[in-house]
């Protein structure tokens, strides 16, 4: 017999439409630039980092398929390697097929550019579906949007950090985000 946890345990972790209206209309991605790009990396190499793999996520929009092209490109020209790189729609059924794909080949690190509303659902599924880790997992400037970890839950995102359009950086520390300018870039 299911008691009520073993139900909720397995119900889908897609948002809810209520859920999606209630954060009104989230932005499209921007084209990334070279200072957005630069903090990522900078992210992903902190002095005695011991990342060298990732996997690279990205919507399908123009703006997040050149971004993870370009970082796909200066990663590996750095000497990294890229596992592997994967692309989700903005709506599906339950994103289940690009969140295994994404966690597959265990990388030390994730990189992501996308839209907030397919990643906010993709974050769900892999929270949900997989041994994601949010901590370890770097952005592009289209995510940092306050209302991503409340689309997603509070601790779902929990240490998801990115990068700025002006070069600064962002992190999810439960359901908050936090931005530092250029300058002051800690995270």
Not at 2 to 29: C, F, K, T, V, Y
Not at 44 to 60: F, Q, W, Y
Not at 62 to 88: M, P, Q
Request: charged share 20%.
């Amino acid at each position: 017999m299911n008691n009520p946890s073993d139900r909720e345990s397995s119900r889908s972790p897609l948002i809810s439409p209520a859920d999606l209206a209630a954060h009104g209309d989230l932005p499209r991605p921007c084209p990334h630039t070279d200072g957005e790009l630069a903090a990522l990396i900078r992210l992903l190499t902190p002095p005695k980092s011991r990342i060298e793999t990732v996997a690279v996520g990205h919507s399908r929009d123009a703006a997040s398929r050149a971004a993870a092209d370009a970082f796909a490109t200066a990663w590996t020209a750095r000497g990294g390697k890229v596992l592997t790189i994967v692309n989700w729609p903005e709506s599906a059924a339950s994103w289940l097929r690009p969140a295994t794909r994404l966690t597959a080949g265990l990388p030390d690190a994730w990189v992501v550019a996308a839209a907030p509303l397919g990643f906010a659902q993709l974050a769900r599924r892999l929270s949900h579906s997989t041994d994601w880790d949010p901590s370890r997992t770097y952005a592009f400037a289209s995510l940092n949007d306050s209302r991503l970890p409340a689309l997603t839950g509070p601790d779902t995102l929990h240490g998801l950090r990115g990068a700025t359009a002006d070069g600064g950086t962002w992190e999810v520390h439960r359901g908050w985000v936090t931005t530092y300018d250029a300058a002051d870039s800690t995270s």
